[in-house]
């Protein structure tokens, strides 16, 4: 990956020679942002080591304290002054002390955290007093302009963009048919239905008995961890696509065979009060 593609932290921490500017995302700072699952902002502790048991210890993993986290799935637990392991892709460009932003990927979860770095920024002459708050307001608005379009892309290519409610939760039972293509393993999804009455359907054909069947997957794995996990009652906007994951693309409702929808990426499920901003994508 091209040196270009790790300025965005750079750019973070130099917004504060700009009186307070905020700089604008690059299409490749966009890109790197969005397929990193793991971002944060810390201070190498130590090179060529490890910070807990399990991860293979190696020339190219660093220990890092975290001193921000600017994105993580929700099921991994990390938090300012945790330390993480980071296997880094150029350790000469790291010693003790050197502060940096991190792009990664998670790598291992025990005891501890261990992610692969996808990129990097130094942050220049270690960093000035107030520069974490700017980077994450920053972020914050570069995360929205990838959201904006990242979202419009994803009803543009939706089977169904509705607003509802779940109305109840069970496990999924594997049928007799299905269960060929089905493969369990360690990162096996244990998949549950939702069953989603339909309130209003902003893209896609009328549904009968305006009721779906939404099938996401319970497991807190690693493989699973972003996709959004579903309670009853819960409302909100779904953004679907039929489902070809699972090994089944149907669903029994209510008697009745009928299509299986998945909602797996983060934001494809949206709350209430981004309806507005839904459909107005919708429109373009």
Request: aromatic share 8%; net charge positive; with cysteine.
């Amino acid at each position: 990956m091209k040196a270009s593609r790790f300025y965005l932290a750079g750019i973070l921490w130099m917004s504060l020679l700009a009186d307070g500017a905020l700089p604008q995302a690059t299409d490749n700072q966009a890109a790197l942002v969005k397929q990193s699952s793991i971002i944060f902002a810390g201070t190498v502790s130590q090179v060529a080591a490890t910070s807990f048991a399990g991860v293979p210890k190696s020339a190219q993993t660093i220990v890092v304290r975290v001193d921000t986290v600017l994105k993580k799935p929700a099921a991994v637990s990390l938090k300012k002054g945790d330390d993480v392991t980071v296997e880094v892709k150029d350790p000469a460009a790291f010693q003790n002390g050197t502060q940096a932003t991190f792009y990664a990927d998670g790598w291992i979860f025990g005891s501890g955290v261990a992610v692969k770095e996808l990129g990097h920024e130094i942050v220049p002459g270690g960093g000035t007093p107030g520069a974490v708050g700017t980077a994450e307001k920053t972020f914050g608005q570069l995360q929205q302009e990838i959201s904006d379009q990242d979202l419009q892309r994803r009803v543009a290519t939706a089977d169904y963009v509705v607003v509802g409610r779940v109305t109840d939760i069970h496990q999924w039972t594997i049928p007799k048919s299905a269960a060929a293509r089905y493969r369990t393993s360690e990162h096996s999804a244990n998949w549950h239905e939702a069953v989603l009455q339909i309130q209003s359907i902003l893209k896609g054909p009328r549904v009968k008995r305006n009721k779906m069947i939404v099938r996401f997957p319970q497991s807190r794995d690693v493989a699973w961890a972003n996709a959004p996990k579903f309670e009853k009652e819960q409302q909100g906007i779904f953004i679907l696509q039929k489902d070809q994951v699972s090994g089944d693309a149907t669903a029994s409702l209510g008697g009745y065979t009928v299509d299986a929808y998945t909602c797996l990426k983060p934001g494809d499920w949206l709350p209430m009060t981004d309806e507005a901003r839904v459909r107005s994508l919708l429109k373009k």
